[in-house]
């Protein structure tokens, strides 16, 4: 049983090492900046007794994630963690600018190597959390929500996907593009044809929907339209071919590309950007679905969309039943800031910062994190 069915069910309070398998080369400080490391033996040379606090933050409004990442991390590689005293909110939090919402307190030589580790953690886990709940927002504001696809396998290395799909898993994110982003919350991957099927069957969009149909019948049947840039007329094509078994469409039409519907079209041009996917032509495929009966045929549209593009189209009620995004969920625009704010039990850091106590912080228990 994956820990985060384990953490559902209240068994565990916390995410351990179990899900998060950290490279050994941390203990060794093989991923902390020089300085940390240099720092620590100074401080273990001159001021092994004192006791500080460093306390994390970041500058906007998010939806934090990679708590149960960095207390694992603590765990496992801190000198003695049973000893330090951790306080931290939880994955899924709303948080505001500068609120504190991680600290530990203990010797600085225990953990304190791991501060740009830690930051790092919950930079990354932050912003795509982040990213894919203002996504999820952008997509319901119709009144209906509108599933997001987490489709960023191609946009970073694919060492990051499990974790980056923990954080869409928390940021609202329905379904996700492979196995491996699922790793950490128990699920997998969804997809159905990417447009080299459609090529091996020399263009042919109803001989590569029907070999797929064949091979994993179970699937729901959705084609994927635009390989030979006429979406409308391949849709019709495949909605003909099968009717109610066929589940939805996916348009996924290059930005730099017009599809040929508006260059038999031209009165249409003038008033809007035809390139891609755009608002014209989906209207348009969903008149010419609902003209022939097809109206149970979604309409599933992906290729560049962010919260900005999916806004557009739900405040416009553009006809769009799924939106599958990738890059724009994994822009980095959250950065966090770890802090030592206090010095055996007084105030001490640097010009501009300050402890900042927050009330919504939990106190973390180690015994109770494992306990089943």
Not at 16 to 39: C, M, P, Q
Not at 91 to 102: A, M, N, Q, R, Y
Not at 234 to 248: I, N, P, Q, T, W
Not at 316 to 336: N, T
């Amino acid at each position: 049983m994956k820990e985060i069915e384990l953490k559902m069910q209240g068994k565990i309070s916390r995410l351990t090492n179990h899900t998060f398998k950290f490279d050994e080369r941390i203990r060794d400080g093989w991923f902390s900046a020089v300085y940390f490391l240099k720092t620590q033996e100074l401080v273990k040379k001159y001021h092994e007794d004192n006791i500080i606090t460093m306390q994390f933050f970041q500058k906007d409004e998010a939806v934090l994630c990679g708590t149960d990442e960095v207390i694992a991390l603590v765990k496992t590689f801190a000198d003695r963690p049973e000893e330090l005293e951790i306080y931290s909110l939880k994955d899924g939090d709303k948080i505001s600018p500068f609120e504190t919402v991680l600290t530990i307190t203990g010797p600085y030589q225990s953990f304190g190597y791991l501060e740009g580790i830690i930051d790092g953690i919950l930079a990354r886990r932050t912003s795509v959390a982040t990213n894919v709940y203002n996504v999820v927002k952008a997509a319901s504001y119709s009144g209906k929500q509108k599933p997001v696809i987490f489709m960023g396998d191609r946009d970073d290395h694919y060492t990051t996907q499990a974790g980056d799909g923990y954080a869409a898993y928390i940021g609202g994110a329905t379904a996700q593009a492979t196995h491996a982003m699922n790793e950490w919350w128990g699920k997998h991957g969804m997809g159905t044809m990417p447009h080299a099927l459609i090529q091996m069957f020399d263009g042919d969009i109803v001989a590569a929907t029907k070999a797929y149909h064949e091979t994993f019948p179970h699937d729901d049947l959705i084609a994927l339209v635009d390989y030979n840039n006429d979406a409308i007329t391949d849709s019709l094509k495949v909605a003909r071919e099968f009717g109610e078994k066929l589940k939805g469409v996916r348009v996924d039409t290059s930005r730099t590309m017009i599809d040929q519907y508006f260059l038999r079209n031209q009165h249409l041009l003038g008033t809007f950007d035809p390139r891609g996917v755009n608002a014209e032509l989906i209207f348009a495929l969903r008149k010419a679905l609902d003209d022939e009966g097809f109206h149970h045929v979604k309409i599933v549209v992906s290729g560049g969309f962010s919260e900005k593009r999916i806004l557009e189209f739900e405040k416009h009620h553009v006809p769009v039943d799924m939106y599958g995004v990738g890059g724009s969920l994994l822009k980095l625009k959250i950065g966090f800031t770890g802090d030592n704010v206090m010095l055996n039990g007084k105030h001490q850091a640097k010009s501009g910062r300050k402890f900042r106590p927050n009330p919504r912080l939990e106190k973390v228990e180690f015994e109770k994190i494992w306990k089943v």
